[in-house]
């Protein structure tokens, strides 16, 4: 075991993974999985938006009215899972999900990411609700609710902070494989090399 308790070694190799795939757009898409009411999982394909400097948290954008908000609501612990095609190494994060909606105290970091958005983008939150069934025959009407380029950032825009507080990191490159793990506890953030 290997104690490591000032820097987040895995957020360094994160970022320099991030570094070596920035040619390929598919670097930037993970998978979150979280619990439902029924204590089953549900994952889905997001975009990565970077990282909260102060704590290495994980950035991700959605709409309020999505599935994964009622789910994060009841219970808030998480797992992401990545994997990086050109290095061929994935990292599975443990951890928990802050919300900032349009309530929340954050709304400078909301409204940074807003501003980071695509006009095509920002126009999929005045949308109708995501998931809702159409009825029949019906066609989806993206113009409903249409916005404004002056219009100020939809309520329905929000950021998902994810903390990690465990990193499972495979490299595949090397025979044998290379494993690592990080664990927070209170003695801050141990390393463990562990078998592939
Ligand atoms: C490549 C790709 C990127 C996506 N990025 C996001 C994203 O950043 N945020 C998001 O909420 N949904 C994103 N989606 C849609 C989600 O996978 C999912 O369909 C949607 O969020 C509804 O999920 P939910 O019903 O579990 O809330 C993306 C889908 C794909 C295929």
């Not at 789910?71 to 095609?85: E, L, P, R």
């Not at 019906?138 to 939809?154: G, L, Y």
């Not at 990193?167 to 025979?175: A, E, G, I, S």
Request: aromatic share 10%.
């Amino acid at each position: 075991m290997d104690s490591n308790r000032d820097t987040a070694t895995w957020l360094k190799k994160l970022q320099g993974v991030l570094n070596d795939n920035q040619a390929l757009p598919e670097s930037k898409y993970l998978q979150l999985a979280t619990i439902n009411h029924k204590n089953q999982p549900e994952v889905r394909t997001v975009v990565f938006r970077g990282f909260l400097e102060t704590t290495g948290s994980l950035l991700i954008h959605t709409d309020i009215r999505s599935k994964k908000i009622q789910d994060i609501a009841a219970n808030n612990h998480a797992q992401i899972c990545w994997y990086f095609s050109q290095s061929r190494e994935q990292f599975r994060f443990t951890g928990s999900i802050q919300v900032i909606t349009a309530q929340s105290k954050q709304q400078s970091l909301r409204l940074q990411h807003w501003q980071q958005l695509s006009e095509s983008a920002k126009q999929s939150y005045f949308w109708d609700t995501p998931g809702e069934i159409l009825a029949l025959d019906d066609e989806f009407q993206s113009h409903a609710n249409q916005s404004n380029p002056t219009q100020p950032m939809s309520d329905n825009f929000c950021v998902l902070l994810f903390s990690v507080t465990e990193v499972d990191h495979l490299q595949l490159k090397p025979t044998p494989h290379i494993r690592n793990r990080f664990v927070f506890n209170r003695h801050g953030w141990q390393a463990y090399k562990v078998n592939p």
